[in-house]
């Protein structure tokens, strides 16, 4: 019944045979590099987060299907997209039995739940790091130091703490540079942020990957150059005008740039195309606003870290901006809004 | 029956009538309820802030409730605010001062009683009166051993001018050097630091004001 | 009004049985959402909750029943609401007078007991048209129906928030408890949980019936 055999679409009916499996197929080919420094930076740890991640979404996208008599829709790559991305945002040494409750949280009521591929109000994998984050706030927050010398010899006992019991962290835990900034006024070195010698999220760290990934995705036309163009924009502008006011109280713009997720959030999950607006000026507005909650989040909350709050409430309103600024027909009234 | 009672013409004075009765029968109800149970929930009131009070003031038998109208320390009538409570011990002594405070937490405002003992001048006890921080993180304050350690013997002496002579600040977990350092604690560093921050700010107000007024305490016991 | 017969008596256990199951106000009726998910983070907490409301229940729906010809209709709200605004007060009371503690973690909870719309739609929808033993029958029915599902929420979310039941530890100390369970939003997973399989099994029930 569900089984979509007759295609009905709208012209242009010449397409560049385009299909959702391979803009997501070059999606995943663009993050690589950054799962690649990722375990090069943090060693195994990082490698097995990242790879249960992976399985995890899969596996429930899979059975997922088969519980609802669907075709099953692994084939398209989006819940290994999902997986990359939530193993990417995830501390190098979480627990890999909250990592795969995160990957089952992140498909099945970040995308199931919704219908699935092309329903889904939030980027699902960040649905399921920000319940992870509510349900374990210590573990989600427990940070590794990058290039630590045991990094391709031990895996921390963190990682394969037994399903339901609580990590237990040996070696030495780093403070990212937002927490550190945050709770002990310390900047870190722009440099070493760009390229990625922190603490931090798996995937975060390093920024100029994360831009020539999403350069790479930009020039193959498959993500919307609006969306991080605003974000960051957004945020060089706000934390600048801050900075200017007060150099010592607030952090430089650069600094917030480069630091925490905002790249990685930016670039590859603010980009969702189903969770973000589809008109041009839509997507401006919308970036406009997950800039300036990230910087109000990350100066005046009570959190070191808010790209991923932001970014989800910038996918609850993004329906609402289109409907904003949609076009009105020549003719009739504001009135006659149905 | 009810419809009867709507076609009726004199409907206003039903009205009135089933109004007034089920008003004074429900006041009477409640009447009774409030005096029925207030002479226990005034005990029960009193006996949990008796029993904060010997919590931060180590050593105390008896209680004895001071306010403060601005000039001097006084026993306090019903009605009055802000109070501070003096602690004795068995043998009549002074044994020291609680204070309440309160201050924005990570959640919501946390309110709590510390204990402060003029002789030795030094914060001996602390205890956290309301707190809606998040169970299993924030609410460390309320539990976690080390933490609470802090509050033992906190030095607040002050300098001859009559100003605490080291404001209390929150360090970072283990980084506690200093007798008026508060050792924040993982996984809970913003509740923590609240706490620091509370009793920094009621401290630098009040601990002069009880310091230079202590025999005010002692003879309100006599 | 009553004939005694056995037929009117077989229907008043009914009364009394709906409310549990068929007519849950929980997980079939879905009212009463404010206190079902913000007081059921701990078992204990559901329990006294559950009971709280079940008394205001019982005893409104008594009261609405007895005076039910003495209420013009015109003024049948306001009296329904004064009746239920008087036991919630009562309730309260009662239980600061039982503990300080228990008062404290219920908060603002028990006073809202008065917009649970629980209530006045049993005393609007029931006990103003029937008789004082079926309307007592029927709040013993909807009360008990509130404390389980009060308390099915309660227990999840104590368990797997706290690792805890009524405040005994259930599992060795490495439990790493899921702390979103006892916030907000495990509340309304918990709910959408339960929810989740009463539907299941109605829909098995009708599918083979």
């Known amino acids: ?20 499996e391979t803009i997501m197929f070059h999606v995943v080919l663009a993050m690589l590099p950054m799962v690649f420094f990722a375990i090069y930076s943090f060693g195994f740890n990082a490698a097995l987060v990242i790879f249960t991640a992976v399985v995890s979404c899969v596996l429930t996208e899979h059975v997922l299907c088969r519980i609802s008599k669907k075709p099953t829709t692994i084939g398209d790559w989006s819940a290994t997209i999902t997986g990359i991305l939530l193993g990417l945002t995830l501390p190098p040494i979480f627990p890999l039995w909250m990592t795969f409750l995160g990957g089952v949280i992140a498909i099945a009521m970040g995308k199931f739940l919704f219908g699935g591929l092309g329903y889904n109000a939030f980027n699902p994998a960040l649905v399921g790091r920000a319940i992870l984050q509510a349900a374990f706030p210590v573990a989600i927050t427990t940070w590794y130091g990058a290039f630590q010398l045991d990094r391709f010899s031990t895996i921390n006992a963190s990682v394969l703490a037994f399903p339901f019991t609580e990590p237990i962290v040996d070696g030495t835990t780093g403070a990212t540079p937002l927490s550190a900034f945050k709770f002990d006024g310390v900047t870190t070195d722009a440099t070493d942020l760009a390229f990625g010698l922190v603490s931090g999220s798996a995937g ?12 790479y995705l930009i020039r193959r036309g498959f993500m919307n150059w609006r969306i991080p163009m605003a974000i960051l924009l957004t945020v060089f502008v706000f934390s600048g ?16 740039l480069l630091s925490g997720g905002l790249m990685l959030g930016a670039v590859f999950m603010a980009t969702d195309m189903v969770a973000s607006p589809i008109t041009s000026l ?3 507005i919308y970036g406009i606003i997950i800039g300036a909650l990230v910087v109000v989040i990350r100066i ?22 289109d409907r904003l600024i949609r076009y009105r027909v020549y003719g009739t009234s504001k009135l006659q809004k149905s | 029956m009810i419809q009867e009672a709507v076609k009726s013409s004199s409907n206003s004075f039903i009205m009135l009538r089933a109004m007034v009765g089920i008003g004074v029968l429900c006041g009477f109800l409640i009447v009774v309820a409030y005096e029925g149970t207030l002479p226990r929930v005034q005990r029960l009131k009193a006996e949990a802030l008796e029993a904060a009070i010997f919590n931060v003031i180590p050593g105390t038998t008896q209680t004895k409730t001071f306010n403060w109208d601005g000039e001097s320390f006084t026993p306090a009538k019903a009605g009055d605010s802000p109070l501070v409570y003096a602690g004795f011990s068995d043998s009549g002594e002074l044994a020291g001062v609680a204070i309440e405070a309160s201050g924005q937490g990570y959640a919501d405002i946390i309110r709590i009683l510390y204990g402060y ?37 906190m030095d607040v002496s002050l300098t001859d001018a009559g100003e605490i002579a080291n404001a209390i600040i929150p360090v970072k977990s283990g980084a506690k050097q200093h ?21 920094a700010e009621s401290t630098a107000e009040w601990i002069p004001r009880i310091f230079n007024h202590k025999s005010a305490f002692k003879q309100g016991n006599q | 009004m009553s004939s005694g017969t056995n037929h009117t008596e077989a229907k008043s256990t009914d009364e009394f049985i709906k409310g549990l199951w068929k007519e849950n106000p929980v997980f079939v009726q879905v009212l009463g959402m404010c206190p079902v998910l913000a007081v059921s983070n701990t078992a204990e907490n559901a329990l006294a909750m559950g009971l709280a409301t079940a008394f205001v229940l019982l005893m409104s729906n008594t009261l609405v029943s007895l005076l039910r010809n003495f209420i013009p209709k015109e003024v049948r709200i306001a009296s329904f609401i004064l009746i239920i605004a008087t036991f919630v007060t009562i309730t309260d009371y009662a239980i600061q007078a039982i503990s300080v503690d228990l008062h404290k973690s219920l908060g603002a909870f028990i006073s809202l007991i008065v917009v649970n719309c629980l209530i006045l739609s049993r005393a ?14 029927d709040a013993l029915g909807m009360g008990l129906g509130f404390l389980f599902a009060l308390f099915c929420l309660g227990a999840v979310r104590e368990i797997l928030g706290n690792g805890t039941f009524f405040g005994l530890a259930l599992f060795p100390d490495t439990f790493q408890e899921w702390i979103v369970m006892i916030l907000p939003a495990g509340g309304f997973f918990t709910l959408a949980l339960w929810l989740l399989i009463f539907n299941l099994i109605k829909q098995r029930k009708e599918a083979t019936a």
Not at chain 1, 1 to 20: C, F
Not at chain 2, 132 to 145: A, R, S, V, Y
Not at chain 2, 179 to 199: K, M, P, Y
């Open chain 1, 1 to 20: 019944m569900s089984v979509q055999t007759l295609n009905i679409s709208t012209s242009p009916h010449l397409t560049k045979g385009l299909s959702t």
């Open chain 1, 204 to 215: 975060e760290t390093s920024a100029i990957l994360i831009i020539l990934g999403g350069l």
């Open chain 1, 241 to 256: 005008l801050l900075f200017w006011i007060d150099p010592v109280k607030y952090p430089s713009p650069l600094f917030m």
């Open chain 1, 282 to 284: 839509g997507v401006v």
């Open chain 1, 300 to 321: 005046w909350g009570g959190l070191p870290e808010g790209v991923m709050y932001a970014i989800l409430l910038g996918n609850a309103i993004s329906p609402h901006i």
């Open chain 2, 117 to 153: 003992d003029p002789e030795r001048q030094q914060i001996i006890g602390f205890y956290v009166l309301e707190s809606k921080e998040t169970p299993g993180l924030g609410d460390k304050i309320e539990k976690d051993q080390h933490f609470l350690d802090n509050f033992t013997a």
């Open chain 2, 179 to 199: 007798a008026w350092e508060v050792d924040g604690i993982t996984g809970a560093t913003i509740s923590s630091r609240a706490i620091g921050n509370i009793l």
């Open chain 3, 124 to 137: 609007e929808a029931f006990a103003s048209k029937n008789t004082l033993g079926k309307s007592i029958l």
